[in-house]
């Protein structure tokens, strides 16, 4: 069974940094692109990064831009997203999504957000000021 776990979440001051990990188990993570996704409650899910299965090309949403990097190891089967200068508009809960098809990362965290194909049970970040 295909499974997508995220880890990492935390309390941090503002102008920190964490960084989330993010586990897909039962499967081969060469085979999917792959993003990273936040939702505050009463809001849209809002896509954060997206990255295509090999990293060439890669989509960051305004509010990530310049501040957070999404990377993966594919034989590790990890993803990771690096936030940096964090702020209390970043407080959220992180959810990690893997498809295997292959979708740009630009509308994948856009777009295609309620299609997606697996979903982790998302991480809390908390950025307090």
């Known amino acids: 069974q295909v499974q997508v776990v995220e880890s990492g979440g935390g309390l941090v001051q503002s102008g920190g940094s964490l960084r989330l990990s993010c586990t897909l188990s039962?499967?081969?993570?060469?085979?999917?692109?792959i993003g990273w996704f936040r939702q505050v409650s009463g809001k849209e899910r809002e896509g954060v990064a997206c990255?295509?299965?090999?990293?060439?090309?890669?989509y960051y949403g305004d509010s990530a831009k310049g501040r957070f990097t999404i990377s993966r190891d594919n034989v590790k089967n990890m993803v990771y997203l690096q936030m940096n200068n964090l702020e209390p508009e970043d407080t959220a809960v992180y959810y990690c999504?893997?498809?295997?098809?292959?979708?740009?990362?630009?509308?994948?965290?856009?777009?295609?957000?309620?299609?997606?194909?697996?979903w982790g049970q998302g991480t809390l970040v908390t950025v307090s000021s």
């Open positions: 999504a893997a498809d295997r098809k292959t979708y740009s990362p630009q509308p994948m965290c856009s777009i295609y957000i309620p299609y997606l194909e697996r």
């Open positions: 039962g499967a081969s993570l060469a085979d999917y692109v």
């Open positions: 990255s295509s299965s090999t990293s060439s090309t890669k």
